[in-house]
């Protein structure tokens, strides 16, 4: 096909006539005969330099050369027409990026680049429907090599400088229906016009807005790794493992954004066998959130030291997130453990209920009144308890596991005690049988904290290596021989170590002393023992703590709890919630001593 004997025009437009009538124009203008001096002659405009004169032709695209056109067009453009799609035309830069084509051959012989890229099929499409049809950002190799699995070039010595290198492009190929019309004499001796469909590829370059999206991408992944990396650095890198409870504890973040949230959680010992668990969620998202969330955390592990009870803990932290950032709240629940009672005391700042499961598998929530989150000032909170006996679990969690964007986050909470009263197995196992129960995967769109623990019941030989003595002191010059007779007789019973023996013997007696000098009645002593270490422990009524001082060679008393906290590997002291104070000491236990 001769290409000057054909045109291209878009469905449903008429070619203007060939031949064109001149138009007449009316004169411009007409000068006023005046045959007074009454009326002045009308004046005569001017046409402003550069402007179309009035009876100038308006110009039209008739005249305009397709070929000239699409040859100068920087994007890549091939003409194709008929159901095998023959070719055209092919402009300079489509020749220049894939070399030369002959026109008349089919596109699946002479267009190999198309049928690689998937276009066939589409304009095949094109031409039955009539309607145009893209594929966005294509690649193509500098060479003309569709898709290719080699690397990128890397530089050589020949050719140092980056910016010289030919690099790969990303084409958008956009594929729209057209007619093909060709003037042939054979048609008729007035040069009649026989059509047929076509299909016109224009293919631009998006090469520059591609590589800007993926090193936009590269630097989110970038930023949400560090952010990511910020949060886990900020969680405890490892939990601490209380005797009497075995616990575990999942992290995951949420979306593929680099905007992490505040979630945080963590176990402190607290001496005595007692042990707090603590998590929570700042609100909102990103490298700020999981700041204001450290810092939490710090200050949560400072004030657990002070063994405060929980609503003590939550009211010093909400005067702490207010003095951080007042645009940030939190909430929060901290819940301190005490094998000896058997029960979860604990305190929520409008965080969610925490969950207990008793042996027979019934599931409660600890769903005593809370006070509000962490910032908001001016509010008391106060202290709740719930059983956790032996054979018991509870499982503490933040609102991502929960809340779901199109359901009410309390049907999140029993859909979580469903699951719950369900899992088994380790506490890392239930964390991670929770979180799929919920549906929390990878795209998760927020992040998700889960802390399980477990009370477990022990029986045969785990059994005795925990056991509980107690004796109640009525006071009086008897009171510290009785105590002294009672701890050696309980500790030679538990049959440890001489050595042991006698400074547990020593420990319990200065400890009795100092009750009896300045506490008030009732006191106990309190023995207690796990795998792992030796607990001597004595209450009385006086909530006045105890502090190491350092004695004058001449004073007569001062030097018991200084004993204590030498020959102890820890002691401490804190208030009793129906008041009186407890002063406690612990020895580790040998290493291989399980009798």
């Known amino acids: 096909m001769n290409f000057t004997r054909w045109s291209a025009r878009l469905p449903g437009t008429q070619r203007r006539a060939a031949a064109r009538t001149d138009r007449t124009a009316a004169p411009s203008s007409t000068t006023a005969a005046t045959t007074g001096g009454a009326v002045p002659a009308a004046r005569v405009e001017t046409t402003p330099a550069g402007a179309p004169a009035p009876d100038s032709p308006v110009p039209t695209l008739d005249g305009l050369s397709v070929h000239d056109i699409l040859g100068q067009v920087p994007a890549l453009v091939a003409l194709v027409h008929g159901p095998d799609h023959r070719i055209a035309y092919v402009n300079t830069a489509y020749a220049a990026l894939f070399g ?14 198309l049928a690689e890229l998937g276009l066939l099929p589409l304009m095949d499409q094109v031409l039955r429907s009539g309607k145009p049809r893209t594929v966005k950002s294509r690649r193509v190799s500098a060479d003309g090599t569709v898709n290719p699995a080699a690397e990128a070039p890397t530089p050589t010595d020949a050719d140092p400088d980056p910016a010289t290198r030919p690099r790969h492009g990303y084409y958008t190929f956009t594929c729209s229906p057209i007619e093909i019309g060709t003037r042939d004499a054979a048609h008729g001796p007035d040069g009649t016009e026989a059509t047929q469909p076509g299909v016109l590829v224009f293919a631009a370059d998006v090469t520059d807005q591609v590589e800007a999206a993926e090193r936009l991408r590269a630097s989110e992944r970038q930023q949400r790794e560090a952010a990511v990396t910020l949060q886990r650095s900020l969680l405890p890198q490892e939990l601490e493992q209380p ?28 001496g005595a066998g007692r042990t707090a668990l603590v998590i929570g969620d700042v609100m909102g998202r990103g490298v700020r959130a999981a700041a204001v969330m450290g810092q939490l955390r710090t200050a949560v592990r400072a004030y657990a030291r002070l063994d405060l009870p929980p609503h003590e803990v939550l009211q010093l932290l909400d005067g702490l997130a207010t003095e951080i950032d007042p645009s940030q709240i939190a909430t929060c629940v901290y819940a301190v453990h005490d094998p000896n009672e058997g029960r979860l005391v604990y305190a929520s700042a409008g965080h969610l209920p925490i969950l207990v499961r008793d042996p027979d598998g019934t599931v409660r929530r600890a769903a005593e009144p809370t006070g509000p989150p962490l910032g908001t000032g001016g509010w008391l909170h106060t202290s709740g308890t719930v059983p956790l006996g032996p054979g018991s679990s509870a499982v503490l969690y933040t609102d991502g596991l929960v809340e779901r964007r199109d359901e009410d986050i309390y049907d999140g909470v029993e859909a979580l005690e469903r699951a719950f009263s369900g899992a088994t197995g380790s506490p890392q196992v239930m964390c991670d049988r929770l979180i799929r129960a919920l549906g929390v995967t990878a795209d998760h769109d927020d992040d998700v904290a889960v802390l399980v623990l477990q009370h477990p019941a022990r029986t045969g030989h785990d059994a005795e290596l925990f056991h509980n003595a107690a004796l109640e002191l009525l006071g009086g010059v008897e009171a510290a021989p009785r105590a002294r007779a009672f701890a050696s007789g309980v500790l030679a ?23 009896l000098q300045h506490g008030t009645p009732p006191m106990r002593l309190r023995m207690r023992r796990t795998d792992r270490r030796l607990i001597i422990e004595v209450t009385d009524g006086d909530d006045h703590l105890p502090r190491r001082r350092r004695a004058e060679p001449a004073d007569e008393a001062g030097r018991g709890i200084s004993i204590v906290a030498t020959i102890a590997s820890s002691w401490g002291s804190r208030r009793t919630p129906g008041g009186g104070k407890a002063v406690w000491c612990e020895f580790a236990l040998p290493a291989g001593h399980t009798s």
């Open 100 to 113: 030369p084509r002959t026109t008349g051959a089919p596109a699946r012989e002479a267009l190999p680049e």
């Open 243 to 270: 005797d009497d409870l075995r616990v575990a504890a999942t992290y995951q973040p949420g979306g593929k954004d680099a905007a992490v949230g505040g979630d945080w959680y963590d176990v402190i010992t607290l």
């Open 493 to 515: 019973s538990w049959r440890f170590p001489t050595e042991l023996r006698d400074l547990g013997v020593l420990a319990a007696s200065e400890l009795v002393a100092n009750s």
